[in-house]
């Protein structure tokens, strides 16, 4: 029987029969495609009216999430393609304010909102969320890279990424994270260094002698004989003394806090961990500067607010060691600029008198010191661990690896010396 179909009306069809395939060659499913100009694979699908597209780096990585997406549907888990219309920045101050102070310290938060506001609002946070593919991601990264970013904060901000995707993954947002498996390179440390004894000298001597600066003095030397944190140093309060046991409790941190979110700036709250909670013994140069200081304070009515981990405030603390000239209670990095300016003023009269000058040190440098003056004077390294108020003897020995290798060198030393035979 003759066909009422015209040739070119068979030929369209058999056209449109044929499979299409991928570079290999390999065929194509239906709604899978083959984008040649990119090198990808896409899987194209229709949901409640709304065109919903995959996109992956091979065949077999689509496959699988075209199979997860397929797998949703048939669970019932509807994608809400209302809210993936929504740009990233709108669904972060929703999981921000929705899920985000759930569980987590207000600190955390805090700096999940620094990261995300530096490196992520004004790129990316802009695009729809459903729009947002792991390449967009991996060139913020690489971009941070490129800036010469340290590994850590690169670490952060992908941690911040993946838990707000993942978020919008529980919510049927969005199909897959695209900040899942981000390549975070290893990038140079900078090697942790120890302010040289010389050095230290200069400065304390400059410190205590100072009518500038004097005031000062005190915070210095605890720092410097305890190796604890700044904001534990700026969290003591007259209450963690113990003079008759020569002991210093240390329980609470200061931490700063943004106002818009929280209603104040700083705030006294838990230390970093459980095992920050500790109780230090005072050497004598502790003791008698902590007793000097008792006699000369003028009581301070500063008072800052003790928040719990969601930044609720619970009570009011006073009764603090240490402030500034104006009476407030110290932060990094009100602490860090005293140290600059106590350098910059030092090295003034240094270049006048035609004497040593000193470098310029970070707060944290305080803590590096103490850590190596007392493992050189063969401290045990678990005592040492303890007053540091870390986790273990482990953290301490992989967070000061030059320590141990310094020390091995001198028992090298100590067996090439001594030979017996």
Partial sequence: MASCCPPA???????????????????????????TKNKRYMFRKMIDGERITITASDLVELRRQENDLLCRIDRGNKLNTRNARMTLNSYFDFWLETFAKS????????????????????????????????????????????DGKKHSTMSNLKSCLNIV????????????????????????????TAIEQQQIDLFMGYVKNSERYSYSYPAFVVLFNLGMRI????????????????????????NRYRKEDYGFTMAVASPKSKTSIRSVAMNSVVRKTLLKLKMQSVSSSVKLPYVDDSGNIR??????LFVNTYGNVWNEPGFRELIKRIVERY??????????????????????TYTSLAYSAGADVKIVS????????????????????????????VAQMVRIS
């Avoid at 609002?121 to 390449?135: E, R, S, Y």
């Avoid at 870390?390 to 091995?408: F, G």
């Fill in 9 to 35: 009306f068979i030929e369209r069809r058999c056209g449109m029969a044929e499979k299409r395939k991928d570079s290999r060659g390999r065929n194509l499913k239906t709604g899978e495609y083959y984008d």
């Fill in 103 to 146: 569980g987590r310290k207000a600190t955390t938060c805090t700096n999940y909102k620094s990261y995300y506001n530096t490196y992520i609002k004004n790129t990316i946070g802009k695009k729809q969320i459903a729009k947002i593919t792991k390449a967009d991601c991996q060139r913020i990264i690489n971009e941070m890279v490129q």
């Fill in 165 to 192: 995707f993942e978020c919008a993954l529980d919510d049927d947002i969005i199909i897959k994270n695209p900040a899942k498996n981000l390549q975070v390179p290893q990038t140079e440390s900078k090697k942790r």
């Fill in 231 to 254: 904001g534990e140093m700026a969290a003591l309060t007259w209450d963690d003394v113990n003079l008759k046991e020569n002991t210093i409790t240390i329980n609470k941190t200061v």
């Fill in 315 to 320: 009570r009011y603390v006073s009764g603090f």
């Fill in 347 to 368: 090295n003034k009269d240094a270049e006048e008198n035609n004497t040593e000058k000193i470098e310029n040190f970070c707060p944290h440098m305080v803590r590096h």
């Fill in 386 to 413: 303890q007053n540091l108020g870390h986790a273990s003897t482990s953290v301490t020995l992989d967070t000061y690896t030059h320590l141990t290798e310094d020390k091995k060198k001198e028992q090298e030393a």
